[in-house]
């Protein structure tokens, strides 16, 4: 039986919204579906109710969150681990990399990477302890296929294409039924970190106003913690458009998983206005999943979510007007049918987690695990 541990190497714990996400996702399926041990490691942290879900892993509490403590639970457990999995390029990252072979660890090592443009170019990874990091994996990849693309033009390491993918933890499967279009609400969702930096929350809401009129009969819902900074700016915008703030819907963070995934099935558009982000995100493998049409940004990853404007439509970042046009094109369409049947295609062919997790443990298999 192959041995996975998986640690977060910044000195925290494991946040309870991570055991829902890729990082702890596709380890547990590599246990639930390839019959692989699967460690996940924390310091003491919050509650973790999705725990329930992940049946028959090993999740070891430490007694602290330290880098040191982590690095006492490696030495002492190294023999029993095959494959260690990173998530990330973070100076602990690099750490804990470089502690692994100072010990002369044998195991695998892979990592997954959330890389944007931006990022990419910052690192110096030329030079130590970028180089050696990447150069003591034995697998790597990138969440969209387009920073896979120009990662392998930049960089002399072959990286692989495994995107960010969706898996219903309540239902325990990658598959969802789909919800036609005309049992489902005139709704544009967005759902995430309610915020302007990254997110770009005020260009959506600047998009909605600018639309409102050409879609009288449209809801916008906006589901997800709220930045304590931003309060009063909702406050401040919701009292100055007063004639449609009953159609913008403000939810705090939806933390059930089947309450939240009814959501996704009951909007026809889902949007997005952020102006960076690390592959796809889980959000948008959730809508295309669900039968979302796609309003989105020209972020690295869009093509991966829309296609050819098949599954939506994209718009420049930062540029409500123009985001507001395909808004009103969208919600206008007589073939939203047609479109909304395209994203639940892509979801289901291009981000199954589990489909995904079974090309990585093939990749795996390949290089000697």
Known sequence: MHRITSIVWEPRPWYNVELAKDIALVPYLLHKNHGCEVTLVTGPGEEYTYLEYLEGINFVVLEDSSIECKKEYIRKNIDNIDLFMFYGVTSHDLLMSEYLREIGAKCMKTCALDMNIEYADRLVFY?????????????????????????????????????????????????????????????ILYVGRIIEEQKRIKTLLDAFVIAADKLPDWTLKLIGPIDPGFFEYLDMFMEYHLEIADRIIVIDNISDKEELHREYEKAKIFASTSDMEGGV?????????????????????????IGNDEAGLSAPIGDAKRFSDILVKLCTESDLDKMSKASYDRGQELFNLEKIAGEIYGKLCARGF
Not at 282 to 302: F, K, P
Request: aromatic share 14%.
């Open 127 to 187: 030079k130590d302890p970028f180089f050696s990091y990447f150069d003591n994996m034995d697998l790597m990849w990138q969440s969209d296929a387009t920073m896979t693309r120009f990662l392998n033009e930049k960089w002399d390491w072959n990286i692989e294409c495994e995107r960010n993918g969706y898996y219903n933890l309540v239902k325990g499967t990658s598959k969802v039924d789909y919800v036609p279009i005309a049992d489902r609400n005139n709704t």
């Open 281 to 305: 995100p889980n959000a948008m493998t959730e809508a295309l999943c669900t039968g979302c049409v796609m309003a989105i940004t020209q972020i690295e990853s869009y093509r991966d979510c």
